[in-house]
């Protein structure tokens, strides 16, 4: 069992930038990948990116290539996620969450077993 605590949410004005954090702790030995979701008001919970921890790889959506980048602390099991430009369309309650399995393919679209309660984001234009 892996257990993920976001932070680092928070009210920022459009053009603006914050730094997510998602903490793993628990069975962190088994965790082949992380990622990002994000939950927009009234909207289901969407994919935002994920880093697989054998290569680093990282995948994003396209809405946030070039403006948000996710990268880890292996040392500290941290996620971290930096958001820059950010946009009132970015505003939505940002989930960490964890894959136990090994995927090849679009591993990013797998299954993940571990979540958070989440962060909220709010961006003011």
């Known amino acids: 069992q892996v257990q993920l605590v976001e932070s680092g949410g928070g009210l920022v004005q459009a053009g603006g930038s914050l730094r997510l954090s998602c903490a793993a702790s628990?069975?962190?030995?088994?965790?082949?990948?992380m990622g990002w979701f994000r939950q927009p008001p009234g909207r289901e919970r969407e994919f935002v990116t994920a880093?697989?921890?054998?290569?680093?790889?990282?995948y994003y959506v396209d809405s946030v290539k070039g403006r948000f980048t996710i990268f880890r602390d292996n040392t500290k099991n941290i996620v971290y996620l930096q958001m820059n430009n950010l946009k009132p369309e970015d505003t939505a309650r940002y989930y960490c969450?964890?894959?136990?399995?090994?995927?090849?393919?679009?591993?990013?679209?797998?299954?993940?077993?571990?979540w958070g309660r989440g962060t909220q984001v709010t961006v003011y234009s």
């Open positions: 969450a964890a894959q136990g399995g090994r995927y090849g393919g679009d591993w990013w679209a797998a299954p993940y077993d571990s």
């Open positions: 628990g069975r962190t030995v088994g965790i082949y990948a």
């Open positions: 880093m697989r921890w054998t290569d680093d790889s990282a």
